[in-house]
């Protein structure tokens, strides 16, 4: 049961141009949100992230919108620089009820690939 | 620089050999989680420490173990590992439970012959 799903596990984008990146999720009882990157070799690091609190949250080039209602967010990178090339996971975090913790899950990714 | 160090970065062992991961952090973070993710899938939360308070998922085969003998290190011992257990093995660290950023390693990549 995939609770946080990624259904591009690709994407090519030329350099300059806006990169979407979408993510959808089953569970309401998500209150927090995460974008990492992942370079080929190295482990995932933190990206931006969103409480559900807000619909939207910038950092620079990045920006994540939430819409809770269709149970969706995005990160849209503007503008892509081929550095930008990596794959992104969306994450999502809700209390444990069985530990009382927040715990995250992962979807499974999308591979960006930015075009010089 | 502050990090998570996961030693071997690449683990061959034959089907049914124990085979150990490592994973040490230098963040003092008090929490050390251990993911598994198969090729093309989402890293998937086998259990976590919190400080010394051990937390097994549900659907952890107990086939996987940990310890955690300082806030510093954390293992990974998969005691009779199966064909189906070859995946990378990421750990990763946080300040505390009700804090959502984690803190990654690079991963082992474990191989079963």
């Known amino acids: 049961d995939q609770q946080v799903k990624q259904n591009s596990p690709s994407l090519s984008v030329q350099e300059g141009r806006i990169s979407i990146l979408n993510c959808d999720y089953t569970?309401?009882?998500?209150?927090?949100f995460l974008w990492y990157k992942k370079y080929p070799a190295e482990g995932p690091t933190f990206l931006i992230s969103?409480?559900?609190?807000?619909d939207k949250n910038e950092d620079g080039r990045f920006t994540v919108f939430l819409n809770k209602s269709a149970k969706h967010l995005s990160l849209h990178i503007v503008p892509s620089q081929p550095g930008d090339s990596a794959v992104y996971f969306c994450?999502?975090?809700?209390?444990?009820?069985?530990?009382?913790?927040?715990?995250?899950?992962f979807g499974t990714g999308t591979k960006l690939q930015v075009i010089p | 620089d502050a990090m998570v160090i996961q030693n071997p970065r690449y683990q061959v062992t034959q089907f049914g050999k124990p085979v150990t991961l490592s994973c040490s952090q230098t963040?003092?973070?008090?929490?050390m989680y251990w993911y598994q993710q198969k090729s093309s899938q989402a890293p998937k939360l086998l259990f976590h420490?919190?400080?010394?308070?051990?937390?097994n998922e549900a659907d952890t085969p107990d086939n996987f173990q940990s310890r955690r003998p300082n806030t510093s290190f954390c293992f990974l011992d998969i005691r009779s590992p199966g064909l189906g257990d070859a995946a990378m093995y990421l750990c990763?660290?946080?300040?505390?439970?009700?804090?959502?950023?984690?803190?990654f390693g690079p991963g082992t990549r474990l191989t079963v012959l």
């Open positions: 420490y919190y400080d010394k308070d051990f937390n």
């Open positions: 990763a660290t946080s300040i505390s439970r009700s804090y959502n950023e984690q803190f």
């Open positions: 963040l003092n973070h008090n929490v």
């Open positions: 994450a999502a975090s809700a209390i444990e009820n069985s530990g009382g913790y927040q715990k995250v899950t």
């Open positions: 969103i409480s559900s609190i807000k």
């Open positions: 569970n309401s009882m998500f209150d927090y």
